[in-house]
Structures are given as C-alpha cells and as structure tokens.
C-alpha cells in the first residue's frame, strides 16, 4: 500500500474519531464545568474538578494534533509581528511557567520583525515548542527566546529566525532528528505529534524547524520563517483582497 493511501485511510479515521471523541467529550466538559461552579473555593474537592479538566483539554489537544497531522490544509497568510505571535502564545502558559518558576528570556524587539504566515498555526507551532521545553525543564529553569532577521547568506533579510532555548534534559536524547517523527515520545504522556505537526505546518510556511543541542545543557529550536510568501494562502476572501495586516 502507498504511503499516500495509507495517510488517506488514517485522515478518514482520525475524522471519524474526532467525531466519535469530541461530542461525548464536550458533553462531559460541560457538566464538569457546571460542577465547578457549585463547588465552593475551599472545598477540597475542587482540585479533583480541575483535574478532570485538565484531562478533557489533554484528550482534545491529542485528538487537535491527530487531526492536523493527517488533514491536507493550506494556510491563510497575514502579515503580523513576530513577538505578538510569541507573547500571545507565552499568555497561554503562564500558569505552567509560574508552577516551576521557569524564567523567561525574551530577547526580541517589540514590533518591526513582520511575517506572513497563518497566525493561528503558528501560534501552534509556538505553544508545542514551549510545552516542550517546559515538560523538559526542572524547577527554576530558564527559557530564553530571541528573533531576528536572518542576515546569512546574500544578506537580503527575507527570513526570521526565532530560537527556543531551554536549560531541561532534551539533549540526553541521542538522535534528535527523531523528534519530529510522528508518534516520537520520550514522555510518559502524549502521542509524539505535536513536533511532527509543528514540523508539517512549518514546512507548509515554506520555512525551516530545526533542533540543536545547547553547548552546556538543553535544546534550542530554531523557526525559520520567510518576511514574504510566494502566494495569498487558501482563503478565498484572501485572494480577493490580497495579504492582510494585524
């Protein structure tokens, strides 16, 4: 069987289960959440509410990631800052940084470094790689983050690089490259997709993910993305009316 029948099969499969997943799932999301409301703050119940919520959003993002990977989508470019991109994703895990008192390095400058890319895809890309480093990370751990136009080369500065770089345990993993497999885990937890996905979506930006080894501890992941993209993207609103500006 061809690889492209056996993706066709497994994207009817995962849309099947998606359906079958997701309708009961949104069901128990929503009387958990009524549960929540009518436990009182003290109540030491309420830490086991929230822990089933966590695992609803656990399952969605599995079943999220699955989904991605199989689907055949196009991007719908925009043009947007690059540190909005990265400080709208850092929002999303605050709480997860603050538990292991994780310090955040932000070295990039606040507006002038543009991209076009499909923002909420991307936004994915940035929230895999910064679960990554975070599950990798031990308490009080640092994780630094920079972007910059890319000046290699001709020095035309058509591409942003922007680097993740943790102080955690992903450099005892002997064969990097392994990480964007597909199902790739060295976790207790997950599927091993949402680097692959990453690794996909990234591509389908006709730019570069790449992943290193720190010289003293960790790993850095380099997104490269181009300033400009050859085409508008899928939306046909966006063919219509050209890239757009956020």
């Keep these: 069987m061809k690889n492209t029948d056996k993706f066709l099969i497994l994207g009817r499969m995962s849309a099947m289960l998606a359906h079958e997943i997701r309708n009961p799932l949104a069901g128990i999301s929503a009387v958990t959440q009524v549960l929540e409301g009518k436990i009182d703050t003290n109540d030491p119940r309420k830490k086991y509410v929230s822990l089933i919520m966590k695992e609803i959003d656990r399952v969605n993002k599995i079943v999220h990631d699955l989904l991605d990977y199989t689907r055949d989508s196009r991007p719908y ?103 964007f497999s597909p199902f790739y885990t060295t976790k207790t937890k997950g599927t091993g997709l949402g680097l692959a996905v990453s690794s996909k979506v990234v591509e389908e930006h006709n730019g570069t993910l790449e992943v290193a080894a720190n010289p003293d501890k960790g790993l850095t992941f380099t997104v490269s993305l181009p300033v400009d993209q050859p085409d508008e993207g899928s939306n046909p609103q966006n063919r219509q009316q050209g890239m757009k500006d956020v």
């Design 77 to 179: 470019f925009v043009r947007v800052e690059t540190a909005s991109l990265v400080d709208k994703t850092l929002a999303f895990h605050v709480e997860d940084l603050e538990e292991k008192n994780i310090q955040v390095d932000r070295q990039y400058k606040s507006e002038g470094l543009l991209v076009q890319v499909d923002q909420e895809m991307i936004e994915r890309v940035f929230s895999n790689i910064i679960e990554n480093a975070i599950e990798a990370l031990d308490e009080n751990g640092r994780l630094t983050i920079t972007a910059a136009v890319d000046e290699d080369g001709d020095g035309s500065g058509n591409t942003v690089r922007i680097g993740f770089s943790d102080t955690g345990r992903g450099s005892e993993i002997e064969d990097l490259s392994e990480m």
